[in-house]
């Protein structure tokens, strides 16, 4: 089940088509060890050749118009609504996930974000009048027009294989962009599901490509000649594509990792706090973006709500996401299981408590780990510090708002947290104060699911925004196109200076901002020479 393995490539230059000449990929699935099929990694030959031919093909992709291809999402809609089974099996088969997330987390998640581009593309990328109030421009009339980039190259993860790419490529389409998705090594086949989806509704071969590959080929694309880039992962690599985009000022979006805090106040409800701590740290086996990395409970409830956490979390059923009863999947491979042990193994050794799991369940599989809850955790702990993404709920106390609100903040990551209270004024006046791109009052991660939701994260967890307008306004420049009213007039301020025009001008700004009326009036006596200056 070994997948293909080639040193990490760092550079920003191309490589040699040599290095890849022997590459290719298996994907597997992590349940069973199954190797679901074969593929040839895109090597810079294929990438250089995919960047052109959507080059190629995007003008007239673009020349199509908006509500053409609102008409080619609205198909694609249809499409997968109609084999919605078949595409949540396949994301099962490849990532392990219960089916019933693979539905609710990813196949609706894109159904719903093609409805909010099918009713809002248009309004949001129409040409619009702008206004402006400089009176020594009123002779002038604004346009925004908002235009395709050109050819956008997505990079995405493992953990939501389809609506990942597929959120980000529908927004960059409808926008009038070609798109060339490097998908993750480990997710191949869901991304290659998601362009017969988009065939079958219409897109032409070169609007929309998939490059299989690993790291190698994402660098290859990352230094092609692509003029945006939405990349998704991990922190690290996030940060070696910025050096690379920085050098050649390539705009990119980078959403990355996260450490989501959770913050039980005084007030919460105990029961349905516990139910969301649960669910958001181990919903996809701890693989998620948006979840519950670390959880803050006010001093009053810690006990009860540790117990409480324990308590469900022994319930959970893990096994084969195929299985309808399952629960909790595998982890996608060892080299991630390994991570979640040795943060595990660091918190214990620095005075974690282990209440329930801290292994793996092997009796299911090589990457199947036991939902854990650790109570007696501190900021000192790597698990309280770095990423875990696995399911693993470490769980500290704090005294008062504002002593949670300090625990939350003190991360170099800002994506996602939840606050949770039965006086959702309180909710609001706490999340208000937490760094993050989002913060939900009373649940965890289901605001992915809002298609109108901007998502994105503050410092170590990115740059830009998908999803909503923000992510669409991700996907085209601003162009202001002014037109002069008066095309047979020469402008005041052309050359022509001397005599009193500096008086002039100075009488000009002063008629522009002087605050009192009188001020404005003479002013305005002062300066009307100027309009009949004699200009070059
Ligand atoms: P990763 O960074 O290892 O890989 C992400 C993608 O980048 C893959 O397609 C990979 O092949 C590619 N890649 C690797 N090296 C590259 C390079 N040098 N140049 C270009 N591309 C390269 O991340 P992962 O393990 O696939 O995903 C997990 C991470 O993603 C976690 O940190 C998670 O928090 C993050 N994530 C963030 C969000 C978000 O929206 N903020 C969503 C999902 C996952």
Not at 499 to 523: C, H, Q, T, W
Request: net charge neutral; with cysteine; hydrophobic share 45%.
């Amino acid at each position: 089940m070994a997948r293909t393995r080639r040193p990490a490539y760092t550079s920003s230059q191309m490589a040699t088509n040599a290095e890849f000449a022997v590459s290719r990929l298996a994907s597997v699935n992590p349940s069973t060890g199954e190797v679901l099929g074969e593929l040839d990694s895109a090597g810079p030959v294929e990438v250089r050749a995919a960047v052109a031919g959507a080059r190629a093909a995007q003008a007239d992709w673009d020349a199509r118009g908006i509500s053409d291809r609102v008409r080619v999402l609205t198909r694609f809609q249809q499409i997968l609504l109609a084999r919605k089974t078949d595409v949540a099996r396949r994301i099962t088969e490849e990532t392990g996930k219960p089916t019933v997330e693979a539905l609710l987390t990813e196949v609706l998640v894109v159904l719903d974000a093609a409805r909010f581009l099918i009713d809002n593309a248009f309004a949001i990328l129409r040409e619009q009048k702008l206004s402006h109030g400089n009176l020594a421009m009123k002779s002038k009339s604004g346009r925004i027009l908002q235009e395709p980039y050109g050819v956008v190259g997505i990079i995405s993860p493992w953990n939501y294989p389809f609506s990942i790419p597929a959120t980000e490529t529908l927004a960059a389409l409808v926008a009038g962009n070609t798109v060339v998705l490097k998908p993750s090594e480990l997710t191949p086949l869901v991304a290659l599901e998601l362009q017969t989806l988009l065939r079958g509704a219409g897109v032409p071969d070169n609007v929309f490509q998939v490059l299989p590959g690993d790291g190698a080929t994402g660098a290859v694309l990352v230094s092609s000649e692509i003029d945006k880039l939405v990349f998704t992962g991990s922190v690290a690599t996030g940060r070696r594509i910025a050096e690379i985009a920085a050098r050649k000022l390539l705009p990119v979006v980078l959403e990355l990792g996260g450490k989501d805090p959770m913050l039980v106040l005084e007030d919460a409800d105990l029961d349905v706090a516990s139910g969301g701590a649960v669910w958001g740290a181990f919903m996809n086996a701890g693989q998620t973006c948006l979840s519950v990395e670390r959880c803050y409970v006010h001093q009053s409830l810690y006990p009860a709500f540790l117990d409480a956490c324990c308590e469900k979390a022994r319930k959970l059923r893990v096994g084969n996401g195929i299985d309808p009863a399952t629960e909790i999947g595998p982890m996608i491979n060892e080299r991630q299981v390994r991570v979640v042990e040795s943060q595990i193994e660091d918190a214990k050794q620095r005075g974690a408590r282990v209440l329930l799991g801290g292994a793996r369940l092997r009796e299911c599989g090589p990457t199947f780990f036991a939902p854990t809850v650790l109570a007696d955790v501190d900021h000192t702990m790597r698990v309280m510090q770095e990423e875990t993404f696995g399911p693993v709920l470490p769980i500290m106390p704090f005294r008062d708002d504002a002593e949670g609100v300090r625990m939350a903040n003190d991360s170099e990551f800002g994506l996602a947290a939840s606050v949770w209270t039965k006086d959702r004024a309180h909710g609001q006046r706490v999340a208000r104060q937490i760094k993050a791109g989002t913060v939900m009052v009373n649940d965890v991660v289901s605001c992915f699911s809002i298609s109108e939701a901007p998502h994105g994260g503050v410092k170590s967890s990115g740059l830009g925004r998908t999803h909503g307008r923000w992510g669409l306004e991700e996907m085209v420049r601003v162009k202001y196109l002014d037109s002069d009213r008066i095309p047979r007039m020469k402008k005041i301020w052309w050359f022509g200076y001397g005599g009193g025009f500096a008086g002039e001008m100075e009488s000009f700004v002063d008629l522009l901002y002087a605050s009192s009326l009188r001020e404005k009036i003479k002013a305005g006596f002062r300066s009307v020479g100027s309009l009949w200056r004699r200009k070059l």
